[in-house]
Each structure stands twice: as C-alpha cells, then as structure tokens.
C-alpha cells in the first residue's frame, strides 16, 4: 500500500473526514484489479482496524465509519456485470449464496469474497449479516444455489443449528469461514472449510464449482 495515501487515510478516518477518506481509497484501489483491491488493500485495512480497535485506539464510531465507506467503495467497484457473463448469455453461471447465520454481524471479509466470486463469473446471492438458517435453506432451494457459504467468528453461531446445517449439507454443497469454522465444528455440521486467506477460498470455490457443472 502507498505509505503517503495510507497515512491520508489514517488521519481522514480518525477525524470522520468522509470526502477525504473517500479519495484517500480511490486512490489506493484505483486501476487495480478486484481480488488485488481486496488482497492488497481492504484486508490489511481491515486487520489493522481490528488492531486498533483491540489496542482501544480506534472508537466504535469510526469502525462503522469505516465499514460503511469500505461497503459502498467495494460495491461500487464490482457494479459492471462480470464480462463472462456477458460474453456467453446462454452459459448457466453456478449460484452461490453467502450469508452470516442469525446473530452474526461480521460480513466484511464474506462480502469482499463474494464481490470476487462474482468478479470470476459467479452468479451471486448476498444475503449478509444476521440471516437464520431456515431462511438461507429456502432462499437456496428457490435460487438453485450450487452452493452456499456460511462465514462467523463464534463456533456457537454455527453449532447452535448443527441439525438444520446438516440438512442443508445433504441439499447443497455447504462451505464455512471465519474464525468461528474450526475442525470441530466443521465435522460436527457436515460442511467444507473454506482457506482462511479470502483469495485462495475463491479459487479454491471456483475450482469446486467447475468440478461439479463443468466449465460455464
Ligand atoms: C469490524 C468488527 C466488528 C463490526 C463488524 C462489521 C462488519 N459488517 O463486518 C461490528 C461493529 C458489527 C462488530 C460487532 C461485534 N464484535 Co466485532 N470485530 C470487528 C473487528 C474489529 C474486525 C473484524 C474484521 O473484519 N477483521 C478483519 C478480517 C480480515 O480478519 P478476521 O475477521 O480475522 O478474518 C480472517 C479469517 O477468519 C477469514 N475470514 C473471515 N470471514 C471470512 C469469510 C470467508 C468466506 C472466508 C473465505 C474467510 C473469512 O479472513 C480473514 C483473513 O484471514 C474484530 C477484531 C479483529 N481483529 O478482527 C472484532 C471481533 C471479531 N469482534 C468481536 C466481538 C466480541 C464483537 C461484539 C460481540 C462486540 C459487542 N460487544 O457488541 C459484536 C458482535 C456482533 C455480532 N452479533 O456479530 C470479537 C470476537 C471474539 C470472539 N471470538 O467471539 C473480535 C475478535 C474483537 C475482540 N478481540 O474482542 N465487530
């Protein structure tokens, strides 16, 4: 990351300067590609908000802040229609749904790869933060999802609904992230656990996916 636009970041955000800390972004994202914006960039922006927070340097108030801009910047970055899917109307891209199980806030680091499996060709369903899992079942039986991704900090998040996560294993291919996916509980519910690092969990889908329907 550019030291000098960094800083300018740093001090934008600290004194709530939205205009400046829009343009310090622009600025770092600008004319790279998606997963180079998310890998580069927005994780190391967002651990380094992580630390501050922990360290007690950075307020609740600016963690929104933050959250809010990097929200709009990155949904904005990935508005024009993935080119794939342009060039072959008549190619079924694979669905995959994305989603937080009920209780869950943190959807940062999920949208972000949901943003880049669309980048690749994949047909997106985001349904974020705070969704309980009867309702992402029924939301994948009608889309037709290829398969769903669940991502959480806390194992409960996702232990709590081992019966009805085992079901939905049995229905769609189930993939779990986030601190909260840890072997135990990844056995317990019949899912795969996604890589940690956020780029090589989109490759790692994408080649599940070609797997299962074929090149698209
Ligand atoms: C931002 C943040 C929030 C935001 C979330 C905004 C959003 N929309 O995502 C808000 C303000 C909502 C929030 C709320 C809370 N938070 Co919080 N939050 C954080 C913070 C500062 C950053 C999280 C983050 O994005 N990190 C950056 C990413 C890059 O790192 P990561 O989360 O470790 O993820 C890595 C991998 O796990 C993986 N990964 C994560 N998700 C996914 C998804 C996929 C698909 C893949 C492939 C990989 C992947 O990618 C990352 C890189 O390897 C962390 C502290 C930290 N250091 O992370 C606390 C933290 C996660 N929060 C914590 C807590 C306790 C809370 C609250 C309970 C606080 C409160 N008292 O209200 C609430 C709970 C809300 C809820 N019900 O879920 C704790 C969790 C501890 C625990 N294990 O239970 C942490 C660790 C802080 C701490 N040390 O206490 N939080």
Redesign the pocket.
């Known amino acids: 990351m550019d030291t000098t636009t960094k800083e300018e970041l740093w001090a934008a955000v600290e004194a709530f300067d939205t205009d400046a800390a829009e343009l310090a972004i622009a600025k770092l994202l600008w004319d790279i590609p998606l997963s180079g914006a998310v890998a580069g960039v927005v ?1 190391p922006f ?2 380094e ?3 501050r ?2 360290a007690g340097t950075l307020s ?1 108030a600016h ?2 802040f933050v ?1 809010d801009m990097l ?1 709009r910047k990155l949904t904005a970055l990935s508005s024009v229609p993935p080119q794939q899917v342009l060039d072959d109307a008549a190619a079924r891209p694979p669905v995959v749904l ?1 989603a ?1 199980p009920a ?8 949208l972000c ?1 949901a943003l880049m499996l669309r980048e690749r060709g994949v047909r997106v369903l985001f349904l974020g ?2 969704t309980p899992i009867p309702a992402v079942a029924s939301a994948a039986r009608a889309a037709r999802a290829d398969a769903v ?1 669940l ?1 959480a ?2 194992p409960t998040a996702f232990t709590a609904r081992a019966t009805t996560l085992r079901r939905l294993a049995q229905d769609h291919a189930l ?1 779990v ?4 996916a840890d072997e135990q509980t990844v056995a317990e519910i019949g899912a795969t656990a ?5 780029v090589r ?2 490759v790692f889908l994408v080649g599940a996916l070609m797997e299962l329907s074929g090149s698209w």
């Open positions: 994780l967002l651990a908000v992580g630390d927070w922990e609740v963690e929104h959250s929200r994305l937080c209780g869950e806030r943190h959807d940062m680091v999920l790869v933060a705070d991704v991502a900090v806390r993939y992230a986030g601190r909260g996604l890589p940690a690092d956020p969990a989109v």
